[in-house]
């Protein structure tokens, strides 16, 4: 197979270097999403698809017309890889009610929590 293919196969996931958190941050707001002070970036063929925050609480985007659910399996290993690698085997990922995510999410292996508010708060 080649390069070429395996390019356009996976995406590639990386993190966000300070002068891109704007490009991230403009990537999700074309697709009518935000995230969260995002840390890692999701990019296939050369285009930011989605961005993830990596701790114990997860917030998630990624493109609803770019990604595809390949891209989204494959993001989400890596993020589950980095939290692990950490120590970090036990974490919480926010999804609004209207996310597709929500039909897969406990076919994934997530527990369904409890409802909670989010709060927040700028300094």
């Known amino acids: 197979m080649?390069?070429?293919?395996?390019?356009?196969?996976?995406?590639?996931?990386?993190?966000?270097?300070?002068?891109e958190f704007a490009k991230v941050q403009e990537a999700a707001k074309a697709d009518n999403h935000?995230?969260?002070?995002?840390?890692?970036?999701?990019?296939k063929n050369g285009e930011i698809i989605g961005a993830f925050s990596a701790g114990v609480v997860v917030h998630w985007w990624m493109d609803s017309k770019k990604a595809k659910i390949r891209d989204s399996i494959f993001a989400m290993g890596v993020l589950e890889a980095l939290l692990n690698q950490v120590?970090?085997?036990?974490?919480?990922?926010?999804?609004?009610?209207?996310?597709?995510?929500?039909?897969?999410?406990?076919?994934?292996?997530?527990?369904k929590g409890d409802n909670v508010n989010l709060f927040r708060k700028r300094g």
């Open 34 to 43: 935000g995230v969260f002070y995002p840390t890692h970036q999701v990019i």
């Open 87 to 111: 120590g970090i085997n036990d974490f919480k990922i926010m999804i609004s009610d209207d996310s597709p995510y929500m039909q897969v999410m406990e076919d994934i292996g997530f527990t």
């Open 2 to 19: 080649s390069n070429d293919r395996l390019k356009e196969m996976y995406p590639k996931v990386r993190i966000i270097r300070p002068e």
